[in-house]
């Protein structure tokens, strides 16, 4: 077990509806990345087989014009949708700055859905408030 990335995973606010048991198993899941400002991390129609948690930095998400619709900081996540609705990525998330991303692939977010249920009722209100703002946003 690497002690260092289990710190590192027990400050995330994301992850602390874990137990430190729980902690130790999604800590085998879950993968550590590095970014640098400008990278395209994927874009809008590519399918989707992980969600992203930003440990440090900042993400811009944009719509199919290239416009910004949100910028994402630290603690909060994406990419959740189209694991949830196996549609392809409804926008494109680019690195604002040099970020620290965790990725979670989809097996590993049914396993919060079946094993933690407070964590999956955060993702999927997050999922249907984000629905309802790109559907508003698609009608104005
Ligand atoms: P997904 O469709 O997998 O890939 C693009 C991601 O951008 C999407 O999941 C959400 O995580 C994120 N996203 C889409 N629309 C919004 C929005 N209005 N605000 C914040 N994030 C969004």
Redesign the pocket.
């Known amino acids: 077990m690497n002690e260092v990335f289990l710190n590192i995973v027990r400050k995330i606010p994301f992850f602390s509806f874990l137990t430190n048991e729980e902690h130790e198993g999604i800590v085998e899941k879950i993968k550590l990345h590095f970014f640098p400002a400008g990278h395209t991390i994927?874009r809008?129609g590519?399918p989707?087989d992980n969600?992203y948690v930003i440990r440090e930095g900042s993400v811009e998400?944009l719509d199919e014009k290239g416009q910004i619709?949100?910028i994402?900081g630290e603690n909060?996540?994406?990419?959740?949708?189209?694991?949830i609705?196996s549609?392809?990525?409804?926008?494109?998330?680019r690195v604002r700055e040099n970020s620290e991303l965790f990725s979670l692939d989809r097996e590993c977010l049914l396993n919060i859905f079946q094993k933690y249920p407070l964590m999956g009722e955060v993702i999927c209100h997050?999922?249907l408030s984000?629905?309802e703002?790109?559907r508003k946003?698609s009608q104005s």
């Open positions: 994927f809008i590519d989707g969600m998400v619709i949100a994402l909060e996540f994406f990419g959740e949708m189209a694991l609705s549609d392809p990525r409804n926008a494109t998330v997050t999922y984000r629905e703002e790109n946003y």
